[in-house]
């Protein structure tokens, strides 16, 4: 069983950058895929980004591109997601999702249905 507990999130100013962290203990997270999703008050959830097993793959949704980077780091059992230039619409809760499957190991994977495990989130609030 792998839990995962993401950090990092807090207010920050239009323009500004925050760090979120996604820790993961038990399993054997190096082999799974992980992607980041968020959802604000009264929307869907939404796909963020997605990073492959060895970190060589990534994707994120267009409204982050070039603003967001996912990264992870598999000896510490932890992925990112640096999020600079913020805006006010990417206020939301911010999730972190592992996923085991063999077809996400490659490229990550961007279906929330693909992920196993799930953590609490952490809230990402943008003031104007």
């Known amino acids: 069983q792998v839990q995962l507990v993401e950090s990092g999130g807090g207010l920050v100013q239009a323009g500004g950058s925050l760090r979120l962290s996604c820790a993961a203990s038990?399993?054997?997270?190096?082999?799974?895929?992980v992607g980041w999703f968020r959802r604000a008050p009264g929307k869907e959830r939404e796909f963020v980004a997605t990073?492959?097993?060895?970190?060589?793959?990534?994707y994120s949704t267009d409204s982050v591109k070039g603003r967001f980077t996912i990264s992870r780091d598999n000896v510490k059992n932890t992925v990112y997601l640096q999020m600079n230039s913020l805006k006010p619409e990417d206020t939301a809760g911010y999730y972190c999702?592992?996923?085991?499957?063999?077809?996400?190991?490659?490229?990550?994977?961007?279906?929330?249905?693909?992920?196993?495990?799930w953590g609490q989130g952490t809230q990402v609030t943008v003031s104007s």
């Open positions: 038990g399993g054997t997270f190096s082999s799974y895929a």
């Open positions: 999702a592992a996923g085991t499957a063999e077809y996400c190991s490659g490229y990550g994977c961007y279906y929330s249905l693909d992920y196993d495990y």
């Open positions: 990073i492959s097993v060895s970190g060589g793959n990534t």
